[in-house]
Every structure is written in C-alpha cells, then in structure tokens.
C-alpha cells in the first residue's frame, strides 16, 4: 500500500484498500472467490501475477477531462487466465459502462493475439466480476450492456456481481470465502443508531466469536496459515473503527475481543521449520530444475561437437 495507511483512509476509499491489501498478501485468498463466480477449481499453490491496473477514466467523473486511473485488482492465475476484479460500494448504474471501458483496455493490454490463419487480431475481455460489501436490496445480481456494433451485429456485456451480505456466515465458512470477513460488520451498521432494534454488545460479541471461530477453524485445516488468520482479524480492527466511528465503545469490543493470542516462543518455532522446510523444498525444486537445465546444455555441447567434427573432415577432404 502507498504511505496512507488503512486507518487513515476516508470512506469508501477504506473498503477498496481492505480488498487490495488482501490480495498483495495473500493473493491465494482469490482462489474460493474464482470458484465460487465462475466454478474454476485452482490448487493453492497455483501461481498469481499482479498485472498492471492504469485504465481510462472516462465516464468516472462527467466534468474532468478523460485521463487515466486504476482500477481495483487485476491479476494473471496459472499463466493463463486473466482475471479483474472490482470493488464497489454504491449500485451505480453507470458502473457496466466504466468495466466495459476497464476490460477494453486490460485486453488490449493483456489479453491481445494474432490468428495467423486469418490474419487477423483477436482480444479476449478477462474474467471479471464486480464485489459490493455493503447491503442494497437494489444490488444487480449481474451487471448487463447491449453492445451494437456498426454493421448492426450485437453483443450483450455480462459479468457477475457478488453482494457480500447476502452470503450467511456458514456459506462463508463451508466456502472458506474468508475474503468477505473483513467486510461483515458493515452489515451490522443499520442497527448502529435503530431506536426499535438496536444492536446490542451480546450479539456484537456473539457475532464476532462465530467470525473468530471461522478463522480458527480454517486455520486447524490448514486453509489459513497463522499470519494469513492475524492479518484478517487486523483488517477487521480497521472495518471496525470505521463502522463504528460514532460509537467507539463497540470499536473498544471489537479490539478487546481480538487481542493477539500469546504467541509462544514454541510456536515461533514451529514457524521458522515450517518456514525453512517451504526454502529447502523450494530450493531443492530450483536445483532439480538447474541440473536438467545444465543437461540439456551438455547434449547440445556434445550435438554442437559432433556437427563441428563432421565440418572439420569434410573440410579437410
């Protein structure tokens, strides 16, 4: 992240932060998200690249002159396929109109290629999806455009949303989408100030031990490792202070409730093999890699000797 931190971010701006930070540091975390809109099943060992995320601004802001931005996450899984995520928090209907402008660039940018048959260029959109954390009963299950070209052909522009709170905690859990964690309380604001249900600190309490327990229990599976179940519950201190700006004695709960656990000098060493058996494995892997390398090297030597031998008699005939 740039030098602002979290805890300073205004607004809305907090939950596009929360989003990135997640995936800058546990890019993994996607994979359940992946599976989930479009049923692409990834080990968790499958390789993510960050890509580049400048786009155009046109249609962001209707009296600026059009220049450039970034949008929220875009990303390259497995070499192969493209992904581009966004996170936002107001149904505004515009928003199919500015994806379609961020999936044109990303193609251009990411996604282009030649059919030599036809000689001709093709671009392929990325797999994209829209994430809105808060709750709106008018949140679009999918955000739809109709595309008519000039020769009158169309194309209708469909990419899924996901709405954060519509997903239950056991949902949550049995999908390990612990990627929406950081964004349940905002699900708790409309009790915040409600003079007929007002939210009490018991079922803050009781609400915050089942999010807790998820994280727990993902991490005795071995879904989570233990740093990946520390920086969820830091990020959920962050979502706190801003949910409960104006009642800082549910935020003062929230960080009383979600204290580091003692981190014992036995644990730190379980963490420092587990982290040296990842290197040597790593190495070991690198080595492996190096020696076929280094092999095929030697054959090209021996095939290069014998192609050089041959030149030398026919030379010296």
């Excluded at 604001?189 to 807790?212: A, D, G, M, V």
């Excluded at 003062?252 to 058996?277: F, H």
């Excluded at 054959?299 to 041959?310: G, Y």
Aim: hydrophobic fraction near 40%; glycine fraction near 0%; charge should be negative.
């Amino acid at each position: 992240m740039p030098e602002q931190t979290l805890q300073s971010l205004p607004g809305d701006k907090l939950w596009d932060e929360i989003l990135k930070a997640i995936v800058y540091v546990m890019p993994n975390q996607l994979f359940p998200l992946i599976k989930e809109v479009y049923g692409k099943d990834y080990p968790p060992d499958t390789p993510i690249r960050l890509l580049s995320t400048e786009h155009s601004t046109y249609l962001d802001q209707e009296n600026i002159a059009p220049s450039s931005n970034l949008m929220d996450i875009s990303l390259l899984v497995a070499d192969t396929a493209y992904y581009h995520i966004e996170c936002q928090m107001k149904n505004d209907k515009l928003m199919v109109i500015r994806m379609i402008s961020y999936d044109l660039h990303y193609a251009i940018e990411h996604c282009m290629s030649r059919d030599a048959l036809n000689d001709e260029l093709i671009i392929r959109f990325p797999h994209s999806v829209v994430l809105y954390p808060d709750k709106n009963r008018d949140l679009p299950d999918k955000l739809r455009c109709r595309v008519i070209f000039q020769d009158d052909s169309e194309h209708i522009y469909q990419i899924p949303a996901v709405r954060i709170q519509s997903y239950s905690l056991e949902e949550i859990h049995d999908k390990h989408l612990n990627l929406f964690i950081p964004y349940l309380l905002l699900r708790l604001k409309p009790r915040i100030h409600s003079k007929t249900h007002p939210l009490t600190k018991k079922e803050l309490t009781r609400f915050l031990n089942r999010i807790i327990l998820i994280l727990q229990e993902d991490f005795t599976n071995g879904y989570l490792t233990r740093q990946e179940c520390s920086d969820y519950i830091n990020l959920l201190v962050h979502a706190s202070r801003h949910v409960f700006y104006h009642r800082p004695e549910y935020h003062r709960k929230v960080q009383s409730m979600t204290k580091p656990l003692i981190y014992l000098p036995s644990m730190q060493i379980m963490d420092l093999k587990a982290s040296l058996a990842e290197k040597d494995s790593q190495l070991t892997a690198s080595k492996i890699a190096l020696a076929e390398r280094d092999s095929a090297l030697a054959e090209k030597d021996c095939e290069i000797a014998s192609l050089r031998a041959k030149l030398t008699a026919l030379t010296c005939t």
